[in-house]
């Protein structure tokens, strides 16, 4: 099993920066993907970003209303994830969900993560 804690959520600006946490334990070492998902209200729950590792090397993964504005990261202990969210923008608003998988493959839908975090708000006012 694998543990999922989100923080870093709140209240900002348009225009103004968060940067999320996740936190993982359990066994992290099975975990062969991490990343991002947001859910605005009355809408579906959406793919954000992401990072796997295979090969040796790491591979990101950013959905395009996203790109050049937020940034994942994380450790290569697996147990740590973060998402550095610039140049907010009001439709960014939405619950963020943290997300693990036991596979690479994937990577931009729901069913493709094994484990969730309980997700944490994130607000952007105009």
């Known amino acids: 099993q694998v543990r999922l804690v989100e923080s870093g959520g709140g209240l900002v600006q348009a225009g103004g920066s968060l940067r999320l946490s996740c936190a993982a334990s359990?066994?992290?070492?099975?975990?062969?993907?991490m990343g991002w998902f947001r859910q605005a209200p009355g809408k579906e729950r959406e793919f954000v970003a992401a990072f796997s590792w295979g090969g040796g090397s790491r591979y990101t993964y950013y959905t395009d209303s996203v790109k050049g504005r937020f940034t994942i990261s994380g450790d290569n202990a697996k147990d740590t994830v973060y998402l550095q969210m610039n140049s907010l923008k009001p439709e960014d608003t939405a619950d963020y969900y943290c997300?693990?998988?036991?596979?690479?493959?994937?990577?931009?839908?729901?069913?493709?993560?094994?484990?969730w975090g309980q997700g944490t708000q994130v607000t952007v006012s105009s």
């Open positions: 997300a693990a998988a036991l596979t690479s493959r994937q990577v931009t839908l729901i069913r493709g993560y094994d484990y």
């Open positions: 359990g066994r992290t070492f099975s975990i062969y993907k």
